[in-house]
């Protein structure tokens, strides 16, 4: 069974951080893209940040560029997203999902069609 398990959201004040966690099973991780898709309250699922587990390249939109890092542990089956200077236009519900399709451009896997497993979510919500 497939499972993407994301964990680490909370609430925290403007200017701080979050570690959002996404563990994975099931299939094979290594050979997987995992993107990491967030949504507020009456706006489109949006993009953030994107790893390439089999050669390790990295996305970020530019909203949270310079910010935001996502990393992976193979052999965790794990992919981390740092958040850093966080701001109140963070808030947002955070999804992890898996995709197994090849693309050379990353700009696909901001498409949240592009992906095959999604987790449950964690809500992250920033203060002013």
């Known amino acids: 069974e497939v499972q993407l398990v994301e964990s680490g959201g909370g609430l925290v004040q403007a200017g701080g951080s979050l570690r959002l966690s996404c563990k994975a099973s099931g299939f094979t991780f290594a050979d997987y893209v995992i993107g990491w898709f967030r949504q507020a309250p009456g706006k489109e699922r949006e993009g953030v940040s994107v790893i390439r587990n089999f050669d390790g390249d990295t996305y970020y939109a530019d909203s949270v560029k310079g910010r935001f890092t996502i990393s992976s542990d193979n052999t965790k089956n794990t992919v981390y997203l740092q958040m850093n200077s966080l701001k109140p236009e963070d808030t947002a519900v955070y999804y992890c999902?898996?995709?197994?399709?090849?693309?050379?451009?990353?700009?696909?896997?901001?498409?949240?069609?592009?992906?095959?497993?999604w987790g449950q979510g964690t809500q992250v919500t920033v203060s002013s």
């Open positions: 999902a898996a995709s197994d399709k090849y693309y050379s451009s990353n700009n696909y896997y901001t498409v949240a069609e592009t992906y095959r497993y």
